[in-house]
T-cell receptor
Framework: GESVGLHLPTLSVQEGDNSIINCAYS??????FIWYKQESGKGPQFIID?????DKRQGQRVTVLLNKTVKHLSLQIAATQPGDSAVYFC???????????FGQGTELSVKP | EAQVTQNPRYLITVTGKKLTVTCSQN?????MSWYRQDPGLGLRQIYY???????DKGDVPEGYKVSRKEKRNFPLILESPSPNQTSLYFC????????????FGQGTRLTVV
């Protein structure tokens, strides 16, 4: 498969455990913060977003937390499964050009 | 099935030989963009388009061109590729400028020798 980063932070968890992936962002003016998942050999895939006026948002097995005071975003994955193994990117939605500003990514490895 | 299709998936070319990477989406999305992904640098936007005939530079536009003659297609053109353009390229589309859910293609691995 494709190697999307040679110097990525890595997180290794046991199947069934909860995972927490962290991200620091820089642009306080961003209106949305988003998490993407990239599996080997594929393009990034949207997981969940959170608006800047919210602190927490839950999806299916995932929860995103936003701490604007320290500019910190986290993604919590409940009952992590082998299919969750991927690189996870946080992103900001910058209105300038509507572009997504991506973080460096964290590689999650799930041990069976 | 909603999708963004890029071609080719893999390409090896020589310095200076013009190439085009095609991108097509079937979701009637207005907004399309190109990113390159490099180790240690993450994904960076090259060019974007907010609608037909409307394109603009992203963060790393040097050495690239794009066109948007039809809503569904957004090709990336390298007029004179150089080795520093060796990278993994992704096309993405979103329904509108404020949408956060971008749909990405499978990627094009380009090697310029």
């Amino acid at each position: 498969g494709e190697s999307v980063g040679l110097h990525l932070p890595t997180l290794s968890v046991q199947e069934g455990d909860n995972s927490i992936i962290n991200c620091a962002y820089s642009n306080s003016a961003s209106d949305y913060f988003i998490w993407y998942k990239q599996e080997s050999g594929k393009g990034p895939q949207f997981i969940i977003d959170i608006r800047s006026n919210m602190d927490k948002r839950q999806g299916q097995r995932v929860t995103v937390l936003l701490n604007k005071t320290v500019k910190h975003l986290s993604l919590q994955i409940a009952a992590t499964q082998p299919g969750d193994s991927a690189v996870y990117f946080c992103a900001e939605n910058a209105y300038q050009g509507g572009k997504l500003i991506f973080g460096q990514g964290t590689e999650l490895s799930v041990k069976p | 099935e909603a999708q963004v299709t890029q071609n080719p998936r893999y390409l090896i070319t020589v310095t200076g030989k013009k190439l085009t990477v095609t991108c097509s989406q079937n979701m009637n999305h207005e907004y399309m963009s190109w990113y390159r992904q490099d180790p240690g640098l993450g994904l960076r936007q090259i060019y974007y388009s907010m609608n037909v005939e409307v394109t603009d530079k992203g963060d790393v536009p040097e050495g690239y061109k794009v066109s948007r003659k039809e809503k569904r297609n957004f090709p990336l053109i390298l007029e004179s590729p150089s080795p520093n353009q060796t990278s993994l390229y992704f096309c993405a589309s979103t329904a509108g400028l404020m949408n956060t859910e971008a749909f990405f293609g499978q990627g094009t691995r380009l090697t310029v020798v």
